[in-house]
């Protein structure tokens, strides 16, 4: 998923399907950003602990604010179960 910032950014949140149903919810995520969209950074990585059983919404804090113009929050490990 691509984001395009006008400012600072200091971290992105993610609210899970809110459906009762788990496929496809990401439980690890990789941020990265981009000035034109070609070239990508990695600026963190994680994973959203426990979200099958409680999926609320996810925020991810970065060190020091960024300002790029796009943002990439890749979503990995993707769950599977009721769709």
């Known amino acids: 998923m691509v984001i395009e910032t006008n ?4 971290g992105i949140g993610f ?3 809110q459906d009762k149903k788990t496929s ?3 439980t690890k995520y990789r941020i ?5 969209g070609k070239k990508w950074t990695s600026v963190k990585e994680g994973e959203f602990s426990n979200i099958k059983a ?3 919404l ?3 804090f970065l060190k020091q604010a960024i300002i790029p113009s796009l ?9 599977k179960g009721m769709s």
Request: aromatic letters at 0%; glycine letters at 6%; a positive charge.
């Open 58 to 60: 996810q925020q991810v």
């Open 32 to 36: 990265s950003t981009s000035v034109d």
């Open 15 to 17: 609210l899970p399907r």
């Open 24 to 26: 496809g919810i990401p």
């Open 7 to 10: 400012g600072a950014t200091s």
């Open 71 to 79: 943002s990439n929050l890749n979503q990995r490990n993707l769950l």
């Open 54 to 56: 409680n999926p609320i």
